[in-house]
């Protein structure tokens, strides 16, 4: 019986993926699998690979080889928009002429939600991100930070299947990362979703990950947690990355 049990079944399994540009190969047998529930990170250094990666797994970018599994189905040939997968990106760009309440209620009236299911969508996750208070306010008079987390809410209301975070907090100042990245990591724990997520920050993966998958030059270097990562590096540059 090869039925897939699940309970077991991964949210997210790839299977020696590659993708070359004009010869040149941005990843190369790529192999991991993402547990649901948890929140994976990719590290590794600009040109790496990562955003290649997470554009293969949303159906942005079509691989030259291997298979993507999202909650055990294969994803060869569909559409970004049946992947039930939601992509995070560091310019969350917020509609300027709606307040706080309309942008995060956007993905939900396009999929013809209820209000009342819809408005309470929206503060229950404007509260566990703290912005209950700028609901009402347009972009323009929100600070950086404000205008990040409803940018964050927006995407968060969803319940996809899998979320793919791409640098997501990069443009921020050092203080304000570290609050978000600890709000993300509290968020994804406490609903249960299920994040991968691409940084070239050695110091935010080692804080908020369960899984760290080292990439360099589109392949992998090694898969362990944060700690085994640190303590027992693949090699040489692995340890000069995530070492100090």
Known sequence: MNAMNPIT?????????????????AL??????????????????????????LRAIAGLERPDAGAIHIGGKDMAGREPRDRDVAMIFDNLALYPDKTGFDNIANPLRIRGMEKGVIEAAVKDIAARLKIAHILNRKPKTMSGGERQRVALGRALVRTPALFLLDEPLS????????????????LQRSLGYTFLMA????????????????????????????QTLYDEPADREVARFVGA
């Open 199 to 226: 940084t070239p920050d050695f110091a935010e993966a080692m804080a908020i990950a369960d899984t760290v998958i080292m990439l360099r030059a589109g392949k992998v270097v090694q898969i362990a947690d944060p």
């Open 171 to 186: 443009s921020l100042d050092a203080q304000l990362r570290i609050e978000l990245r600890a709000e993300l990591r509290r």
């Open 28 to 53: 190369e047998d790529v192999s991991f699998a993402v547990p649901k529930g948890a929140l994976t990170v990719v590290l590794g250094a600009a040109g790496a690979g990562k955003t290649t990666l």
């Open 9 to 25: 079944t991964p949210a997210l399994s790839i299977d020696c993926l590659g993708k070359t540009f004009q010869g040149v190969a």
